[in-house]
């Protein structure tokens, strides 16, 4: 059983699929990005800003399917959901945080105050839909921003696509449910997802610590984390 449990340590993918490693944000890095965009000047840019980051985490979702959303895809209701739209055409509802709903309808209120009147979630200075190149280029303003107040975001490479490794991992290690994580980023198949498991010590050490033979009252043994490289290095291998 020991042996069975080891293997948790050693998850490999099919060839084609070898993990690479991804840039994740921290819990203080994502606060750090969040003040840099809720300190601008222009209140309607830090409101669409604040929405964007928070809309990003929550959901893990690609920048064509974050530029692409209307306003009518957002449901604040009872139970709010957004309407994504991803690869192959195909949507998924995803459930939003209370926060990232008060975001949001904070944005749209500022929009109504102004007049600006657009199907569109979120809008360029000149009014019209975002675009993935204007969205790249916020998500690196707000970085070189918060940088000045968390230095460790200095030398990383933060893109919209950073924002979707991050809520992977996160869901992964609070819920520990990898057809969840797939149904939630809207991945086809698994094994794209499963590259997340195999790459983070966390993960496996939660799951090995947790994972028990029957009928025993044995401590669970310590997983040790090893070095990133030596990690990668062992699930080539195993590949």
């Known amino acids: 059983m020991l042996e069975a449990a080891d293997r948790i340590t050693r998850i490999g993918n099919k060839r084609g699929h070898e993990p690479k490693p991804h840039t994740q944000l921290a819990e203080t890095q994502l606060n750090a990005l969040t003040k840099a965009a809720g ?95 204007g969205l790249r280029k916020i998500v690196l303003r707000l970085t070189a921003h918060a940088r000045q107040s968390d230095p460790s975001l200095e030398g990383l490479p933060v893109t919209t696509h950073t924002f979707r490794h991050t809520t992977a991992f996160h869901f992964l290690r609070a819920t520990g449910d990898l057809v969840g994580a797939q149904n939630w980023l809207g991945h086809k198949d698994i094994n794209t997802t499963s590259a997340y498991v195999s790459i983070d010590p966390e993960t496996k050490r939660r799951a090995f610590e947790t994972f028990r033979p029957p009928d025993t009252h044995a401590p669970a043994r310590r997983w040790r984390e090893p070095d990133t490289m030596e990690l990668l290095t062992a699930l080539a291998k195993d590949a």
Do not use: C, M
């Open 39 to 133: 300190e601008q000047h222009n209140p309607l840019q830090a409101a669409r800003d604040l929405a964007l980051i928070t809309l990003l985490h929550n959901t893990g979702a690609r920048a064509s399917e974050i530029v692409g959303l209307d306003i009518d895809h957002v449901d604040t209701g009872h139970e709010p959901t957004v309407t994504l739209t991803g690869k192959g055409n195909r949507t998924r509802h995803t459930p939003l945080w209370p926060e990232t709903v008060e975001v949001i309808n904070a944005y749209l209120r500022i929009r109504a105050e102004r007049g600006i009147d657009h199907h569109a979630l979120f809008l360029n200075p000149q009014r019209e839909r975002l675009t993935r190149f």
